[in-house]
């Protein structure tokens, strides 16, 4: 196949990451708002969150095993229709025990979709442009972390949390109906080498890599499932939250756009500016309580992981084998929910036993982990 027909199907793998990805983070966001209304702790929401990581942990790493060794674009079209499923149930929860149960088949749907859009995208890029087509890929979603915050807010705030996970469903349906109708068929993505002999042994020179991800994955846990409570707690209104996400991943998605620059300028430079501004959102947000003192942190830790995101994925993205790159994927969301997973369950724990501000403090030591881990990783070969 010509790169002239892979950038064609790119184009719609894009628009599709964008619906699939809005429908899911804007749900994970706005959930931790949905369950405070309820009568949600720091300790409930921690749970919340925690229950569906650990689903996710697991899918990914699943997926990760079946997009190696089965036709990608049809597994592809699976997990969405799997998401349109789980955003049909959220309209039905009204309390938390109900928000758990369907919060963990929000991780298998998150789980599956996320290492099959990363993988498509890896393997349908001409070899070339592997840098620039996951720059579209992270545009793609982030846009849809960008625009869905503010817009769930105003939906949820207008018609109620029904419709507005009604809404979702539907943005996830006319993603399944474009992966259907304008990639299958047009493409096959199915491995030919064997796998007999494959084991998680050769991504080992990853290690270091995958590491340097715990920290900033602990600190985006808390990010989704605590710190939209926390907002809600100190009075913030639903559409302000959303807003305020909303900004936050507009700047994440602006520093996207500069992952060639970051790359060029260099990966452990990068890093540890990374951990820097992720430190200082932590920092400043612990005496968060008006959308202002709320909102400079947030715009911190969007620059932060704004940086972090791209330049990890490409990091290990040019270091797998291609046979590979569907468990490599895997085991890299794997660790983004391990790091969701124990950020929210321990740090619902810690806020509801101390408080907040403990919280926050604890994270910006974790934020600055990021740094010994990301200098002996970039201190190995091929940096």
Same mark, same amino acid.
């Given at each position: 196949?010509? $790169?002239?027909?892979?950038?064609?199907? &790119?184009?719609?793998?894009?628009? @599709?990451?964008?619906?699939?990805?809005?429908?899911?983070?804007?749900?994970?966001?706005?959930?931790? !708002?949905?369950?405070?209304?309820?009568?949600?702790? #720091?300790?409930?929401? +921690?749970?919340?969150?925690? !229950?569906?990581?650990?689903?996710?942990?697991?899918?990914?790493?699943?997926? +990760?095993?079946?997009?190696?060794?089965?036709?990608?674009?049809?597994?592809?079209?699976?997990?969405?229709?799997?998401?349109?499923?789980?955003?049909?149930?959220?309209?039905?929860?009204?309390?938390?025990? *109900?928000?758990?149960?369907?919060?963990?088949?929000?991780?298998?749907?998150?789980?599956?979709?996320? !290492?099959?859009?990363?993988?498509? /995208?890896? *393997?349908?890029?001409?070899?070339?442009?592997?840098?620039?087509?996951?720059?579209?890929?992270?545009?793609?979603?982030?846009?849809?972390?960008?625009?869905?915050? #503010?817009?769930?807010?105003?939906?949820?705030?207008?018609?109620?949390?029904?419709?507005?996970?009604?809404?979702?469903?539907?943005?996830?349906?006319?993603? =399944?109906?474009?992966?259907?109708?304008?990639?299958?068929?047009?493409?096959?993505?199915?491995?030919?080498?064997?796998?007999?002999?494959? /084991? =998680?042994?050769?991504?080992?020179? &990853?290690?270091?890599? #995958?590491? @340097?991800?715990?920290?900033?994955? =602990?600190?985006?846990?808390?990010?989704?499932?605590?710190?939209?409570?926390?907002?809600?707690?100190?009075?913030? /209104?639903?559409?302000?939250?959303?807003?305020?996400?909303?900004?936050?991943?507009?700047?994440?998605?602006?520093?996207?756009?500069?992952?060639?620059?970051?790359?060029?300028?260099?990966?452990?430079?990068?890093?540890? /500016?990374?951990?820097?501004?992720?430190?200082?959102?932590?920092?400043?947000?612990?005496?968060?309580?008006?959308?202002?003192?709320?909102?400079?942190?947030?715009?911190?830790?969007?620059?932060?992981?704004?940086?972090?995101?791209?330049?990890?994925? $490409?990091?290990?993205?040019?270091?797998?084998?291609?046979?590979?790159?569907?468990?490599?994927?895997? !085991?890299?969301?794997?660790?983004?929910?391990?790091?969701?997973?124990?950020?929210?369950?321990?740090?619902?724990?810690?806020?509801?036993?101390?408080?907040?501000? @403990?919280?926050?403090?604890? &994270?910006?030591?974790?934020? &600055?982990?990021?740094?010994?881990?990301?200098?002996?990783?970039?201190?190995?070969?091929?940096?």
């Amino acid at each position: 196949m010509d $790169d002239v027909e892979r950038r064609s199907i &790119l184009t719609v793998l894009y628009v @599709t990451i964008f619906l699939t990805a809005t429908g899911l983070g804007t749900t994970t966001f706005l959930l931790p !708002v949905y369950a405070e209304t309820l009568g949600a702790s #720091y300790t409930d929401l +921690g749970l919340i969150g925690a !229950v569906g990581n650990v689903v996710y942990t697991a899918l990914t790493l699943i997926s +990760g095993y079946l997009l190696d060794r089965y036709e990608k674009v049809s597994l592809y079209l699976v997990f969405t229709g799997i998401g349109v499923a789980t955003m049909a149930l959220f309209s039905f929860v009204s309390s938390i025990s *109900q928000i758990i149960f369907v919060r963990a088949l929000l991780g298998l749907a998150s789980g599956t979709f996320w !290492v099959a859009a990363s993988t498509m /995208t890896a *393997q349908i890029s001409p070899g070339e442009e592997l840098t620039r087509s996951l720059a579209r890929y992270n545009l793609a979603w982030i846009s849809g972390f960008t625009v869905g915050p #503010y817009v769930g807010g105003l939906v949820s705030s207008a018609y109620g949390y029904e419709a507005f996970f009604f809404s979702q469903a539907v943005l996830i349906v006319v993603s =399944l109906v474009l992966v259907q109708m304008k990639i299958r068929g047009r493409i096959e993505l199915l491995n030919v080498s064997s796998h007999s002999n494959a /084991t =998680l042994g050769e991504l080992r020179p &990853l290690t270091l890599a #995958y590491l @340097t991800l715990i920290p900033f994955t =602990l600190v985006l846990g808390i990010y989704m499932a605590i710190i939209p409570g926390h907002m809600k707690v100190v009075g913030l /209104t639903a559409a302000v939250i959303g807003l305020l996400l909303t900004i936050t991943n507009g700047v994440r998605g602006l520093v996207f756009l500069n992952i060639q620059r970051l790359v060029r300028w260099g990966t452990w430079k990068s890093m540890f /500016t990374a951990s820097l501004f992720m430190a200082a959102s932590m920092f400043l947000v612990r005496s968060g309580d008006s959308a202002l003192s709320c909102g400079v942190p947030l715009m911190f830790y969007g620059l932060g992981s704004g940086i972090m995101t791209p330049v990890t994925l $490409d990091y290990i993205s040019k270091r797998t084998p291609e046979r590979l790159r569907g468990t490599a994927m895997g !085991v890299h969301e794997a660790i983004y929910g391990v790091g969701m997973c124990l950020g929210p369950l321990i740090g619902g724990a810690i806020a509801d036993r101390y408080s907040a501000y @403990t919280l926050y403090t604890i &994270l910006v030591g974790v934020a &600055l982990l990021i740094m010994p881990f990301a200098y002996l990783m970039t201190r190995e070969p091929n940096p």
